[in-house]
Each structure stands twice: as structure tokens, then as C-alpha cells.
């Protein structure tokens, strides 16, 4: 047994030895699941993104140019594979860096594997505060539910000046319940305790929401906010409306997917949630990478796509922050870490980034109202008390 | 709680109850005929639902290139008669692959083929259309009406009323006809009832084929009134529609109706009372209750011989 771990580990570090000049990026994502397109927005990003390194020769690093790889595991839209995809990109493929997994379900899991082996990964999508927590070696690249919740309480607060809210979530999956107590706390200490009138949930893969909304309706609520991901959205909206309920209804970013004005029709339009960027409207750099993506792939970039755009762009820096690699991965490594936590600042296609509070930055949100064409509109930006507004 | 509150959640009731009467149809029927429960049921459910979209979405496409120009009422019907007789052929086949070879074997056996198929089913279609949901082509422009308060959509009155139709059309066809005759006279005694010239494989043909017609029906019709569909959909509500059968009294076709429609109004009015999360909790503790004061259902039988259709 001894002799075949040695003779694993001499092959493993002539495998590293002999790769000197390549620098390996691991990518884990939902490429099948439920989630898929999750998946899916991650890889072609990455390639775009690759494309780019490729044109420029390669990536330079303390002087040495240096080819660059992607090794792609799939995590099946679940916690255990997502585990094992990272686990093998350390251990078997050697990556320098792990990209994703994005969604929180599985980031959480495997942000705790790449911490204890000391790899550096960051996850683009992820709200979920445990993803980062205590983990040095994990960082991301949106925002967090703790920030996110406030957000949509403020905005509609301002916006339509309402005092009573009703909530709907999932109350069997971990986003939508921990940002719907996050965005009943922000209500009530800026409206007064019992200011939430209606605090619905359900169970995951639920379909008739009938009884809870009759009670929302009731309740006299000015608008109804719901945290769910976009297959639930259309039946939630859809069901509210055949019930007469005419008010607002508000969401986050787990709506923003391209998918969403397919399911849900007409019933969806005029609708604002939150979320990390919106592709109508958009300019600069955003746009540059939207038109690329849409003209590769066939469709507008949801934000997945454009947040592991600046994940991978925040590890480009980090590589070049460490300055020189040795070769030795367990060292290098570590560098790319420190690297990172040199970033301060990082002006992406999503916002300007701030990682002056450690591994997760801090950022505008955008307000997006679902235009009458289904498109994703931009509508406001909120903004961090530390962050000035552009 | 006022009268609006309370009329509102009986409509709401009234449908969610529908389906699980439907489904519950299935269970009911074979178990009668066959003493088993058909586990895939709930799957078959699902993939009726799927056929309905891709007879739907062809009809649709037919009409809007002016090959076939048809209303969508017509498009509706035509959908439905199509997706049931598929489905049908769809549970002829899972009898004939998966339960007639079984037909002597230990009833354990033919229950995991049942679930087996069903995961067969769930697999496919996820391998055939991929994890994205779907959404059922709105066929019927949903209009709301308001009555007194409570609102009722045109979408609800069409299930509600086709379920309560198929329903007694379904009880009329086998108190009243040669082929219901035999089907309780076999549900009274499968062994001894064939030696006497019923058509044993033609009699559990046909429980199956309307067993899974119902299913397809139940499938368009939820497809109508929640658009979104994925390949898991029919593995927590069939369990849902096989507690509706042994609470209707295990192959009593009126306790099946009745049990669905009584698990529908215990959900509603569960979560309409209580917090919504202790939901299911509440609602399947007072089914236990029930059953335990009711163990063989409200019309079922203590003995297996004497189960009637």
C-alpha cells in the first residue's frame, strides 16, 4: 500500500514538474441537474475568457508567459458531486485555482474541501454567507443575502412607499429561507415589528400555492415578495393573479434567468427584482461581453455568465499578483491566495468590487424590471452605504 | 373566518382535489383487478402530462401555419382524446412488459417492477428532453371572475366540472355494462371468475387503459392550471393520489373520488388554519388518525374477496 502511494505521489509531482509552464484552472459546475444552465453559462464563459488568453499568447507571470488549461468537472447540480469534481481538480488534475460551483447548495460543501486542502476557489454566484465563512482559501464574486434582503426592503420602501409586506418562500431550500428572514428582519426594524403581514412558505417541488396566497390576499398586504428560483416564479405569479391579486410582486436574484419570461408569459411583465447586473441597456464592457456571448452562443448572458466572467477576470489578477511561480502547486498555490487577498479593488462587467472586508466583496445591487418584451431592464442600483453610487 | 375566505378555499379545494381523485382512479382500479398497486402510476401521470404538451405544441404549430386552422377549444379536445389514448397504449404496455410476466410471482415482485418502471419513465424523458422545465402551452385564455368576492377562473370550472363528468362516467360504465360486470366480477374473485369465462388479459387490458387515460387527463389538465412541468413531478403526487386510494377504501372507485377531494380540502384548509410549513405535517397526521379508526378506508372491505369495484 505505502509503495503505491509513494509511487502515486512521484507520478503526481513529475506530472506537476512537467507542467511547469502550464497553469491549470479548474471549473466546477452544474453542467446536468437541475440547474444546468448554471452550468452551462459558467463553461461558455470560460472559454470566452480563454479565447482571450489564448489570442494574447498565453498569461504572463513574473516575466515567463505561461499556457493556460481548463479542466471542467460537472456537479451534477448536486452537494456530493459537487465535492467530488472539486476534490478531483486538486487532487488529480492539479489546478492552480477552482471557478465555481455557483450555486450555494454546493459551494458550501465544496469551499470547505478546497479550504482543507489549501486550494484557492472562488464560487461567482454564490449568496449564501457560509459559503466564504472562516475559509481563507474561498472568496466570490457577487454579493451576500445579508446585504441582498435590505436591498429590496429599501428599494420598495422608497419606491412605492409601502407598509405592509407579505413573503412566500421555500421553506425546505436554504436561499430562499434564509434571504426571506433576511428581508423580514430589514422590513420590520424599518416598519415595526409585525409590519410583515403574511410570512408564507411551502415545500420544494410544490405546485398549487392557492391556500397561502388566499391568506397573502387577506392579510392586506401591499406587495408580495417571493425568493424562488425561476421554475416556481410563473406558477407563483400566474396563481396570484387568477386570485385577484393585483399588487406588485417583488424577487431576487434567483430569478434572473433567461428561462423565466419563457415559463412564466405576460403574467411576469412589469415585474422588479434584484440581482448583480442586467444585460438591457447595458455599456461599456458589459455590452462588449454581452454582444460577444450572444453572438457565440445564441442568447443574452444571464448573470451567471457575466459573474464567472469576473471571477475568472479576479483570478487573472491574483495569478499576476503572486508574481512568480515555482512550479511546487502546494506553493503556488498559496501565492495566488495571498494574491488575491492583495485585490482592494476590481472593476468588473457586474460593478466595481470592494474586497476591503476580506474574501467577499462588496457591491451595487441592480434593481431590473421585467420589460413588456420579457427583457431584463435596468431600473436602479443600490449601493453599499460604503460605496459611493456612479 | 369569513364566508368569502371560506368559499374561496373550497373552489381552491375543489380543484387541487380533482387531480388527486384522477390519480387516485388508477390505483384503485388495478388494484381491484390485480391486487397490486401500480407504483408507476404516478410516472404515467407525468408522462401524460408530457405527451399532452407534444400533441398541444403540434396541433398548435398545424393550426398557426395555416395547415389546420382549428380554435383552441378544438385544439384543447383534440389534445385530450390524443394524449389519452397514447397514455393508454403507454399503460397496456406496462402491464404487458412489466406486470403480465409477474402475474404468479409474489406481489412484492411486481411492486418494485412498478417502481422500477416508474423511475424507467422519470429517466427517460430526463435523458429524451433534458433537466429544463417545461411549460404546457396556455391553450385556454385564463379569465377571471369575480363572484361576491371569491374568484373563480374559467380554467377551474372546466377541470372541476371534466373531473366530476369522467368521474360518474366512469361509476355508469361499470355498474351499467357487460365489460363493468366483469370487471367487478373479477375484482370479487380473480382466480374463480376467469375459470368462468371472463377474458382475464382483456379485463386487465382495459382496467389499465382507463386507469392511465385518467392519469393523462389529470396530467393536461394539471399542465393547465400549473404550466411548469418537470420529469419529478408525478413521484410525490402519485404517492399523494395512492394515500387518496387506500383512504377511499382500497378499489371502491366512489372512495377514490371522494378521498381525493377529501386530501385536497385537508390540505387547503390545513395550511389556510395553520402556519403553511406544518402543512403536510398536520394533514397526513390527521390521515393517520383516520385510519386508524377507518383501517381498510371509508368503502373498502375487511377481506380481500369481498373488494368491489
Known amino acids: ?390 | 373566518m369569513g364566508l368569502t375566505f371560506f368559499l374561496q378555499n373550497v373552489v381552491n379545494a375543489l380543484q387541487w382535489g380533482s387531480f388527486y381523485g384522477l390519480i387516485a382512479l388508477g390505483y384503485s382500479m388495478v388494484y381491484s383487478i390485480l391486487m397490486l398497486f401500480n407504483f408507476a402510476h404516478g410516472d404515467i401521470f407525468m408522462t401524460g402530462s408530457y405527451i399532452g404538451v407534444g400533441v398541444a405544441a403540434g396541433l398548435v404549430a398545424l393550426s398557426q401555419y395555416g395547415a389546420l386552422p382549428l380554435p383552441n377549444w378544438i385544439v384543447l379536445a383534440l389534445t385530450v382524446l390524443i394524449s389519452v389514448v397514447l397514455t393508454a397504449f403507454l399503460g397496456v404496455a406496462v402491464e404487458r412488459i412489466g406486470y403480465r410476466p409477474l402475474r404468479h410471482a409474489p406481489r412484492a415482485s411486481a411492486a418494485i417492477t412498478g417502481l422500477m418502471i416508474g423511475i424507467i419513465l422519470e429517466t427517460g424523458n430526463l435523458i429524451l428532453l433534458g433537466a429544463r422545465r417545461i411549460k404546457f402551452p396556455s391553450l385556454i385564455e385564463p379569465v377571471s371572475f369575480e363572484l361576491g368576492g371569491v374568484y373563480i377562473t374559467n380554467k377551474k370550472i372546466l377541470i372541476v366540472g371534466l373531473s366530476l363528468a369522467l368521474m360518474l362516467l366512469l361509476h355508469l360504465f361499470i355498474q351499467r355494462t357487460k365489460w363493468g360486470m366483469a370487471m367487478r366480477a373479477m375484482a370479487f374473485d380473480y382466480v374463480v371468475v376467469p375459470l368462468m369465462g371472463v377474458p382475464h388479459n382483456r379485463i386487465t387490458v382495459l382496467t389499465f387503459a382507463i386507469g392511465s387515460g385518467l392519469a393523462a387527463v389529470a396530467g393536461i389538465f394539471f399542465g393547465i392550471a400549473y404550466p411548469v412541468l418537470d420529469p419529478n413531478m408525478g413521484i410525490l403526487f402519485g404517492w399523494k393520489a395512492f394515500v387518496a386510494a387506500i383512504l377511499g377504501g382500497r378499489g371502491s372507485v366512489l372512495g377514490a373520488c371522494l378521498a381525493g377531494f377529501l386530501l385536497g380540502t385537508i390540505e387547503v384548509f390545513v395550511a389556510t388554519i395553520f402556519p403553511s410549513t406544518l402543512r403536510d405535517l398536520i394533514a397526513y397526521s390527521l390521515i393517520l388518525l383516520i385510519l386508524v379508526f377507518r383501517p381498510h378506508g371509508f368503502f373498502g372491505e375487511a377481506y380481500s374477496a369481498q373488494l368491489r369495484l
Open chain 1, 1 to 390: 500500500m505505502k509503495r503505491i502511494l509513494v509511487g502515486i505521489m512521484a507520478w503526481l509531482l513529475a506530472l506537476s514538474a512537467q507542467a511547469s509552464d502550464v497553469i491549470k484552472i479548474g471549473i466546477d459546475a452544474s453542467m446536468t441537474g437541475d440547474k444546468s444552465k448554471v452550468g452551462e453559462g459558467t463553461r461558455y464563459a470560460a472559454q470566452l475568457w480563454l479565447e482571450d488568453i489564448k489570442k494574447a499568447g498565453g498569461l504572463k507571470v513574473g516575466g515567463k508567459t505561461y499556457q493556460v488549461e481548463l479542466a471542467v468537472e460537472d456537479s451534477e447540480s448536486k452537494a456530493e458531486s459537487a465535492v467530488k469534481a472539486a476534490t478531483k481538480l486538486i487532487t488529480e488534475d492539479g489546478v492552480l485555482f477552482i471557478v465555481g460551483p455557483q450555486a450555494s447548495v454546493e459551494a458550501v460543501p465544496a469551499g470547505e474541501v478546497a479550504n482543507n486542502q489549501a486550494t484557492p476557489l472562488i464560487s461567482a454566484w454564490s449568496t449564501n454567507p457560509n459559503a466564504t465563512l472562516n475559509r481563507p482559501y474561498v472568496f466570490r464574486a457577487c454579493f451576500l443575502d445579508p446585504f441582498q434582503g435590505p436591498v429590496v426592503a429599501g428599494f420598495v420602501a422608497k419606491h412605492y412607499g409601502f407598509k405592509k409586506a407579505a413573503v412566500l418562500y421555500d421553506v425546505a431550500s436554504d436561499y430562499p429561507k434564509g434571504l426571506a428572514e433576511n428581508f423580514k428582519a430589514a422590513w420590520e426594524s424599518r416598519n415595526g415589528a409585525g409590519s410583515v403581514v403574511a410570512y408564507e412558505s411551502f415545500s420544494t417541488n410544490d405546485k398549487d400555492f392557492s391556500s397561502q396566497l388566499t391568506k397573502i390576499i387577506k392579510s392586506g398586504a401591499d406587495f408580495l415578495f417571493t425568493p424562488q428560483y425561476y421554475a416556481e416564479v410563473p406558477l407563483i405569479v400566474q396563481q396570484a393573479h387568477e386570485l385577484g391579486f393585483k399588487k406588485p410582486i417583488v424577487g431576487s436574484d434567483s430569478w434572473g434567468s433567461a428561462e423565466l419570461t419563457k415559463l412564466c408569459g405576460k403574467d411576469c411583465n412589469g415585474l422588479m427584482f434584484s440581482t448583480h447586473y442586467a444585460a438591457a441597456g447595458a455599456k461599456g464592457k458589459t455590452k462588449e461581453f454581452i454582444d460577444r456571448y450572444n453572438k457565440e452562443f445564441g442568447y443574452v448572458p444571464d448573470d451567471v455568465g457575466a459573474l464567472t466572467w469576473d471571477a475568472l477576470g479576479l483570478v487573472q489578477t491574483a495569478i499576476q499578483n503572486c508574481g512568480k511561480l515555482t512550479g511546487d502547486i502546494k506553493a503556488d498555490r498559496t501565492c495566488v491566495r495571498d494574491g488575491m487577498s492583495k485585490i482592494r479593488q476590481f472593476d468588473g462587467i457586474t460593478g466595481k468590487m470592494n474586497f476591503s472586508k476580506g474574501n467577499d466583496p462588496e457591491k451595487c445591487a441592480v434593481i431590473v424590471r421585467i420589460s413588456d418584451k420579457g427583457e431584463f431592464e435596468f431600473f436602479d442600483s443600490i449601493c453599499p452605504d460604503s460605496m459611493a453610487k456612479n
